[in-house]
């Protein structure tokens, strides 16, 4: 069995920019972890979660800490008292 090189597509979607609202593409998550993307059109950071059955997308000031991969990482991976 040989498997074709790229077995793994690239799944894009067109989304509103959460800040200049023009519409650009991001790659979709593989797995309900969030995601950052960046906007081909304004170059902000913002946060692609993949939901059930939907993309949401979200400024980073606006998404939850649960939503946020930076905090997330820190919250699940801090076990350290400080
Ligand atoms: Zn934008």
Redesign the pocket.
């Known amino acids: 069995m040989s498997q074709p090189e790229s077995a793994v597509q690239e799944s894009t979607k067109i989304v509103k ?6 519409d ?1 593409t991001i790659t979709r998550p593989r797995d309900y972890a969030p995601v950052y993307a960046y ?6 950071k ?1 946060i692609v979660e993949r939901l059930a059955n939907r993309i949401d997308i979200m400024t980073i000031e606006d998404a939850p800490s649960c939503s946020d991969p930076d905090r997330r990482a820190i919250e699940m991976g801090g076990s350290d008292e400080q």
């Open positions: 920019c959460p800040y200049c609202d023009k650009t906007c081909g059109l304004c170059g902000k913002f």
